[in-house]
Structures are given as C-alpha cells and as structure tokens.
C-alpha cells in the first residue's frame, strides 16, 4: 500500500485521476471500477476535462460500478445511476452498453449479484478501481463484520452510514436500508485501486485501514492484503497517520530509486 498526501482535496483529485488516465492511455479497453459518494466528484470532474481538453478517450472502456442502493429507480435523483450518469457518464464518451451498475429494483438479488460478477470475469476483470472510504471504514457498502472474502450480494446498511448519507435525502427516513455491493473479495481481485480519503472525520478509519490490524470491522484494511493499492489522502484525513513523514518521504525518494 503507497500512502500519497496531497495538500487539498483537488489536487489529491487531479493526481488520482492522473493515474487514472495512465492506464487507459496504455490499456484504451480498459475496465474500470466506479464510485459514487461526494469524494470522487474531483476525480470525475478532472477526467471529464481530460476527455474535453485532451482527448482522452473513453470509446473501448467498460465500467462496473461498485454499489447501488435497493428501492430506488435508475430515475431517483440519488440513486447512483442517476449520480454516474450526472456526474460522469454524459461528459464522456463511454459507450451506454459497456456501463454496469448493481440494480436497486431487481426482482431476483441473488441471480442478479451472481450475474454482476460473471459479466465482471467475463469482461477480464476491472483494471482499476477507484474507492471511497466510510466514516465506519466501509469500502463500497461493506459494513463492519462484512466477510473481507465476500462477494457482490445484498447488504444492510449501517446506521451510521444511513446518518452519514442522509444529508443527500429530503429526510433521514429516505435513506434506504439496504444497498447491492461488490463484495471486499470482488474488490480486491482488481489489478489497481486508488482509494480517495477527504477531510479531518476521515481522518480515523484512515489510520485504522493504512496502520491498523487487518480487521472485518474496518474493511477498508483489507486493502494491505493488496499488491497495488494507491490510498490518496488531503492534509486532514492524513492528521491521525503515525508514519506520516515516512509517507511523505518515499513520495520525496521516487525520482531517485532504482527502477526495478
Ligand atoms: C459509494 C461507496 C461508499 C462511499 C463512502 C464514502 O459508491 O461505495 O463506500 O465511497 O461511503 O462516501 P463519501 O465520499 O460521500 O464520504
């Protein structure tokens, strides 16, 4: 796991997305892993400028979202289809039919998650995922206790992470309970992740995933079991990080260290 400290949430975004965009200008066809939630607007919004400015092409990339909550339509203006294809979707240009994303309104969960995870394998697996972090150190809706081998099913949600969400919704009975998730083990088996972290109430879970045990209370620390894990962090969620200046210094050391 590589900790990067950025100064503030846009530039962690920028150099986030930059890695990002590395891949697919190496891999055009790439698969990606998607995330929702307020801290990955700054990465949407900077590939969106690459996409417009740059040209970075989107036209061969299939994409998997990680998670989506159960009840709401794909037209509920806070359901994460609604938020991907706001923030992200109709900026760039990937094609409608390579978009995947959990149903919320599925009749049938478990076929539904069994077939999420076949069209994952079938598509070579996701090149990069791209994750959030809960205040309860959730990654995609893997609660406390989540199986860190669990696979894409039906989850019910925490309350904390009901409170955390309900300043999206009208009101905090809005929230629905219960979410489709890719699994802790479905996540792990991407080639990269680049985990994002934003703000001094991260600043906790942060040290707890980055130095603490490897522990189902904390999914995210299941990430240290991880060969390629980028976790970038502003200034606050980095506050409460023992091996802070180390982080700090091989970030300094890079440009010199032998190239292996
Ligand atoms: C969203 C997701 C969640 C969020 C997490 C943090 O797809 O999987 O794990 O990443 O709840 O949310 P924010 O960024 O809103 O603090």
Redo the contacts with the bound molecule.
């Keep these: 796991m590589e900790v990067i400290i950025k100064t503030n949430y846009d530039e962690m975004s920028r150099a986030a997305a930059h890695v990002v965009a590395d891949i697919l200008n190496t891999k055009p066809n790439a698969v990606l892993g998607l995330?929702?939630?307020?801290?990955?607007l700054g990465i949407y919004k900077e590939l969106v400028r690459l996409h417009q400015e740059e040209g970075l092409d989107f036209s061969q990339v299939t994409t998997f979202?990680?998670?989506e909550y159960v009840g709401l339509s794909v037209l509920h203006s806070q359901s994460?289809h609604y938020f991907m294809h706001e923030n992200f979707f109709k900026h760039v240009n990937i094609p409608k039919q390579n978009v995947y994303i959990p149903s919320g309104t599925t009749r049938n969960y478990q076929a539904f998650c069994q077939w999420y995870e076949q069209r994952i394998e079938e598509c070579g697996g996701i090149d990069v995922q791209i994750?959030?972090?809960?205040a309860d150190g959730?990654?995609?809706?893997n609660e406390p206790t989540s199986s860190l081998s669990s696979r894409t099913r039906l989850k019910t949600l925490e309350r904390q992470?009901i409170d955390?969400n309900a300043r999206f919704f009208e009101k905090r009975e809005d929230v629905p309970s219960y979410a489709i998730t890719m699994g802790v083990g479905t996540i792990l088996e991407a080639r990269q992740i680049v985990l994002l972290a934003s703000g001094a109430n991260k600043a906790h879970v942060v040290a707890a995933s980055v130095e603490g045990p490897v522990t189902s209370m904390v999914t995210a620390s299941a990430l240290q079991m991880h060969p390629a894990t980028l976790f970038f962090v502003d200034k606050e969620a980095s506050s409460e990080l023992k091996m802070r200046d180390y982080y700090d210094w091989i970030q300094e050391k890079k440009p010199g260290a032998p190239q292996i």
């Design positions: 995330a929702t939630g307020s801290t990955p979202n990680l998670d994460y994750l959030g972090i809960g959730h990654i995609a809706f992470t955390d």
